[in-house]
């Protein structure tokens, strides 16, 4: 395993599962879309909404019992948006040995936004913020 800590980790279960026993793809999509708001949050954005996914292609199925992390990596700040590359991969324990397996990737666009829901500068973080 990896050193690497992911924004979000979850154990998908059985609700989570479509009629041919394997994750729903838009459930990976939801939790692409939280991954990458906890992503945005580390640049002091209190109020982000998601503009736009990306370059969304699924890899290789996510099954019922998989362990799936959600990686993070802020790629840019602009004025009023944050883009966030996730990175989906999928822990299996098949014959007592766990594997990695990446399943999906997807560039996240988030936009903060006033109590209005209109478009705001984003937040700039002194350094002594931490």
Do not use: Y
Not at 6 to 35: E, H, Q, Y
Not at 46 to 74: C, N, W, Y
């Amino acid at each position: 395993m990896s050193d690497r800590l992911p924004a979000i980790r979850v154990l998908l279960l059985p609700k989570d599962t479509n009629a041919m026993g394997t994750i729903f793809g838009g459930v990976i999509l939801s939790n692409i879309d939280l991954a990458s708001a906890v992503e945005a949050r580390k640049t002091g954005a209190r109020r982000v909404v998601t503009k736009a996914m990306q370059e969304v292609e699924f890899h290789a199925p996510v099954f019922l019992g998989d362990i799936v992390s959600f990686f993070t990596e802020t790629l840019r700040i602009g004025r009023t948006s944050i883009t966030v590359r996730v990175t989906v991969e999928a822990e299996r324990w098949g014959g007592g040995e766990g594997e990695c397996v990446k399943v999906t990737e997807a560039v996240v666009v988030l936009v903060c936004v006033d109590e209005e829901g209109r478009p705001v500068p984003v937040p700039v973080r002194s350094a002594s913020a931490g």
